[in-house]
């Protein structure tokens, strides 16, 4: 996740780091490279923004000790400028913990041009005891999205729990198991569909791939998201960057995305190049023309190609201690005809 030391005062301004058909990828502050973004050009936000905790990252430009009311201030300047450059029937998805989700909630719901559609929680696996309160579980996720054109919506499916013993499913449907054959696999296990209660979902801190300082959610969820709320094609945005698997997501799933973060990218760099392989471009994909200012992008490729960053791309190693076949690298959800 990025920070925010600056806003717009060109402080910390995007510069293109990596081009291609699917995926172009700006270091520097959010809301400087919003700032420079048409309106109603994106289908898809997602958004995990720094908590505000005293997070140390890897980073000078973080600053995670904001008091409340800059923090408050700072979320809702962003959001708007997400709401502004989502199109219409464009969706709308903020992870955070609870506390700032109610009053997330609260403001983004007296916006006339958003719908709220859910709040999905998330099951913390390693949550811990507060002393004097009770014990924290769950994340969250609020989603929205634009009025003024028909939302997308997809049925998404996750492979029903087994046993790791003996292999048989856990859950008893209550006499409706028989409705789900036709979504079993070639093992028998059917594949059901999610509500908004995530328990399957654990922290990325636990991977051996996680490199120390980068917030890094699991693939699993910003992939559910994806093929939720978006097709084929669509354009997603993700501002708040991390270890890149919103990136992950989109792609494997053949969406395009525009990234960005304020800290290094090297590590989204080196997802990328793990899981497809790199490939620069010294050009703009048409598609993604449209989601800027020409003025901007243009730049913006001229400076990129000055300072030859392709050349820095190209030389972005893999990952060492993660396989393409690990279980973090894996599609974990589907979307299936009925």
């Known amino acids: ?60 430009a973080f600053n995670d000790t904001l008091e409340t009311e800059a923090y408050r201030s700072w979320c809702q300047t962003w959001l708007l400028e997400t709401v502004r450059i989502l199109r219409p029937g464009g969706s709308l998805f903020l992870y955070h913990w609870p506390k700032w989700l109610i009053e997330m909630g609260h403001w983004l719901n007296s916006l006339p041009v958003l719908e709220y559609r859910s709040w999905i929680a998330m099951k ?12 924290p579980a769950h994340y969250g996720i609020l989603y929205y999205t634009k009025r003024g054109d028909k939302a997308n919506f997809n049925v998404v499916r996750s492979r029903a729990p087994v046993c790791r013993h003996c292999g048989k499913e856990i859950r008893d449907y209550g006499g409706y198991r028989g409705k789900f054959k036709k979504f079993e696999d070639e093992d028998g296990i059917p594949w059901i569909q999610i509500a908004d209660f995530w328990e399957d979902t654990r922290p990325a801190r636990q991977d051996k791939s996680r490199q120390l300082q980068i917030v890094e ?21 993700d501002v708040f960057g991390g270890g890149g698997s919103t990136y992950h997501a989109a792609q494997m799933h053949e969406r ?3 990234g960005c973060d304020i800290g290094d990218v090297t590590p989204i760099l080196q997802r990328l190049q793990t899981a497809f392989h790199l490939d620069p471009s010294e050009s703009v994909d048409d598609i993604f023309l449209r989601c800027f200012k020409p003025e901007f992008i243009q730049l913006e490729l001229e400076t990129y190609m ?20 690990s279980q973090e690298y894996i599609s974990k959800s589907r979307v299936l005809k009925s």
């Open 256 to 258: 395009r995305w525009i």
């Open 124 to 135: 913390m696996k390693s949550g811990f005891p507060i002393k004097n309160r009770i014990h």
């Open 1 to 60: 996740m990025s920070n925010f030391k600056s806003n717009t005062t060109g402080r910390y301004p995007p510069k293109m780091i990596y081009s291609s058909a699917e995926g172009i990828l700006f270091q520097g502050d959010c809301l400087a490279l919003m700032s420079q973004m048409s309106p109603d050009s994106i289908d898809l936000v997602f958004a995990d923004p720094p908590f505000n905790l005293g997070k140390q990252y890897n980073s000078e």
């Open 306 to 325: 000055r300072e030859k960053r392709i050349d820095k791309v190209k030389d972005i190693e893999t990952l060492k201690d993660v396989k393409d076949s």
């Open 217 to 237: 959610l699991p693939l699993l969820i910003p992939e559910r998201i994806i093929l939720m709320a978006s097709n084929p094609g669509d354009i997603v945005l």
